[in-house]
Structure formats: C-alpha cells, structure tokens
C-alpha cells in the first residue's frame, strides 16, 4: 500500500522568503503526485500534480514541486512566500486507474511573519 | 457550475442520532470519493462510486456508514448511532475518469464538519 510522510508539521518563514515543503511517498509503481492547500475551515485546493514528463511541474500561486524517484520525494517550492500563503499543506499520492483515490501526508502547518 | 458542493457546512449532532450529509460532484465529473479528516490529519479516503456504482469502500467505513449515489449525480453519507469518535471534517471530492482516456485530479468541496457531542 502507498504512504506519504511529511516530515515538517509546522514551518514558520518571514514574508519574502523562500519555501520548501517536504514530501516523501511510498509506492510500488510510477505514482500520481499532488499538493493540496487547506484554509482553516474549508476545503482542499489543487496546487499542482505530477503524473509524467518533466519532473519540475509549476502550479498556481507561484509552487513548483519536483520529482525525485531516486528519492521517492515530490518537494514543494517557492522562492518568496507572501502572508495569504499562510494555511496547512498536504501532499498526496494516487494510485491505479484513479485520480481521485488518494494518500495523503499528515499536512504541513505553514506560519508567515511579516 | 462552480465546483463540488457539500451540505450542511456544520452539523452538531447528540450521540446516537443519525445524520446525512448530500455532496453534488461537478456536474460533468462520473466519479465521486467520500474523505474524512480528523483535526491534525490529512484526508483519509473512505469510499468512491464511478457513476451510480459503489466501486471501493475503505475499512474505514464501519457498518454504521453507508454511501449512495441513486443516478450518478449527488451522493449522500449516512452515518447512524452516531460516535464521538465520528466527529470530523467530512470531504466530498469529484473527477472525471474513463478506463482509456483522460482523468482529471480530484476537485473537494468545502466540507461538512460533524460534532458529536
């Protein structure tokens, strides 16, 4: 079966910083990978995702992840972090024919000092 | 349309009552995926339907628990003598998906969030 850690339950950057979010996953096959950020409250918004070619893959608000399958690491970056993009990030693995069934990592808690 | 909808937003509920919640997917998206997150943890996949058929349901998803999806359109999440134990954010996502064509990612709604007390 598939599993994502997290490794970082909270980060706390100054505005103007940058970012990276780790993601490490587990899974037998080539995988479907996704950050998802969550409002206090609300639901999951698609960052990014990766499901083949190029292993930098650009996402909205600024995000990168890149894939790394000799690491089995899909981290998300962004090289200057503004206060909105204070929330909880989640790093997801898919697997088989569905996109939607996904593993999720126990999220990341971002904090942005201004 | 403008994405997944899920009602009620909040439900607080004494212990042994029954609740219902009703997710309606993105009107052209065939699948639908139940979530239930607890505070501090990520989503946790509990069942999905492709269409009106109830593909995979997670251990999660105690007997108390029934899904449906009666014309493929919206779904709805029973969970009866309700538990402490099921107070969480309930997620509802969507995505379109065919055997031999493209798949979409999964769109979430915003939730229900059920108190048990």
């Known amino acids: 079966a598939q599993s994502v850690t997290q490794p970082d339950i909270h980060i706390t950057v100054s505005e103007g910083a940058s970012l990276e979010l780790r993601c490490n996953y587990s899974y037998g096959a080539t995988p479907y990978l996704f950050w998802y950020v969550q409002s206090p409250g609300q639901g999951l918004q698609l960052l990014l995702k990766y499901f083949s070619g190029d292993t930098l893959v650009q996402g909205i608000k600024g995000f990168e992840a890149e894939f790394k399958r000799s690491q089995s690491s899909f981290n998300l970056r962004k090289p200057s972090v503004h206060w909105s993009d204070a929330a909880e990030y989640f790093c997801a693995v898919g697997a088989g024919a569905s996109y939607g069934k996904l593993t999720f990592g126990q999220g990341t808690i971002l904090t942005v000092h201004p | 349309d403008t994405g997944v909808s899920q009602d009620p937003r909040h439900k607080i509920t004494k212990r042994g009552q029954n609740v219902t919640f009703r997710c309606d997917p993105i009107?052209?998206?065939?699948?639908l995926y139940w979530y239930r997150q607890t505070l501090g943890q990520g989503p946790e996949f509990l069942t999905y339907?492709?269409?009106?058929?109830?593909?995979?349901k997670s251990r999660l998803l105690s007997d108390r628990f029934s899904a449906e999806r009666p014309k493929g359109s919206f779904s709805t999440l029973e969970i009866q003598r309700t538990e402490q134990g099921d107070s969480a954010m309930y997620l509802c996502a969507s995505s379109l998906g065919h055997r031999d064509t493209m798949n979409t990612e999964a769109f979430f709604g915003q939730g229900t969030r059920l108190t048990v007390v």
């Open positions: 339907f492709q269409n009106e058929a109830q593909l995979e």
């Open positions: 009107s052209e998206h065939n699948r």
